[in-house]
């Protein structure tokens, strides 16, 4: 089964073409950083406007590139949701367009499950597993029973791990976006900064970042108003050290806790090397299987959602032409049918 898909959630124009969900024969991705970032960030209206402009010509691309039609596809993927609604619209726009034309079907996919589902390019998972998501707009522990089956036990009350990285890495003069400058600085530096950790209530699996956050920009206000120099490098190792421990401390309580064979580590911020060093050394350490997916399918892409896709095709629950692109589309509600 070959997938078309299509990603136009936030501000990376991205078509692939996945062969069974596990088999990535092209992946391009139209990245609209440059555009945003004398904004400091995404403009939505921008990033719909540019998704415009390219997603046509990356569609063809990408059947070029595969020396493909669309005569050799099996379906069309779109994600879904959650996203900027105008950014979701291009690409499901396009999406219908296609499977109009070539009579195909169309299948929608929740942008999350697009995350975790990246690992499945790499590897066969092993269920019932745990996924530790961690992107711009996300932090979540996921328990997966069966594949397809989403439920969430954690999730952040305040700001997502991305989100708190580009707001810390902001405050430190980085430009958008500032999760991989931070990481870089965090790995430099000898000294630690002592930062608070969020544990939340004992038993919980959700997280807060919000106070910690607060905690570093008070220590960058502080000094200045003493006129006192802070240790960037320093101030970027406490922050990243404070995040990892709470990260890694209760993914590893809940994998035993659902007896999980097996951990994802998935988002954009699974790119973090701190992260990634952190998580793998506890897992070696307890024997816990680690799945990692590598660094371009960490952050948005188009293989993961036809990775995703691929758990709907296979229980054939596609896509009316007239469904709606959703900015809060619910994971546990995007998995697959039960029976
Ligand atoms: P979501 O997937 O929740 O809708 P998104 O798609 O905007 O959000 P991703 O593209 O998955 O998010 O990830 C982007 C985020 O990952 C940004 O916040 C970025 O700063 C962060 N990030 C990328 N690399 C690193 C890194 N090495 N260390 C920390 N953060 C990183
Ligand atoms: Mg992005
Ligand atoms: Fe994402």
Redesign the pocket.
């Known amino acids: 089964c070959r997938i078309l898909a299509i990603e136009t ?2 501000d ?1 124009t991205a078509v692939a073409i996945v062969e069974d969900g596990t088999k990535v024969l092209v992946s391009l991705i139209s990245s609209q950083i440059e555009t945003h970032r004398q904004f400091g960030g995404v403009v939505p209206e921008v990033a719909s406007r540019k998704h415009v402009e390219s997603i046509t010509r990356i569609i063809e691309d990408a059947l070029n590139e595969a020396d493909m039609t669309l005569r050799d596809m099996d379906a069309i993927a779109v994600t879904q949701g ?2 900027l609604i105008g950014a979701l619209l291009i690409g499901s726009v396009a999406a219908k367009a296609l499977a109009l034309s070539a009579g195909l079907p169309l299948i929608a996919v929740h ?2 499950a697009g ?1 975790i589902y990246a690992n499945r390019l790499v590897q066969p998972l092993a269920y019932p597993l745990l996924a530790l998501v961690v ?4 932090t979540e522990l996921v328990s997966i029973e069966r594949p397809g089956r989403f439920e969430i036990i954690g999730r952040t009350r305040d700001d ?1 791990v ?2 708190a ?2 707001k810390v ?1 902001r405050a430190l003069g980085f430009p958008y ?4 400058h ?2 870089r600085l965090a790995v430099e530096s000898a000294q630690v900064m002592p930062l608070p950790r969020a544990w939340l209530e004992p038993g919980s699996y959700d997280f807060s970042f919000s106070g910690l956050k607060s905690a570093v920009l008070a220590a960058l206000n502080t000094a200045k108003m003493k006129g006192e120099a802070v240790d960037p490098a320093a101030l970027a190792r406490g922050f990243q050290e404070s995040v990892i421990d709470v990260l890694v401390e209760k993914s590893m309580r809940a994998v035993k806790a659902l007896g999980a064979k097996q951990l994802l580590l998935c ?3 699974a ?3 701190g992260l990634r060093t952190a998580l793998a050394a506890r897992c070696e350490a307890e024997g816990v299987p680690l799945a990692v997916p590598p660094l371009a399918l ?3 892409n188009a293989a993961m959602i036809g990775a995703a896709a691929y758990l709907k095709w296979q229980t054939g629950e596609f896509a009316d032409l007239n469904f709606k692109a959703e900015p809060g589309l619910s994971l546990e509600e995007w998995s697959v049918r039960a029976d």
């Open positions: 959630s936030c990376e959650p996203g942008h999350i995350h992107s711009g707009g996300h997502a991305g989100e990285y580009d890495a976006p500032g999760g991989p931070v990481d988002g954009g911020v790119a973090n090397k960490c952050t948005d």
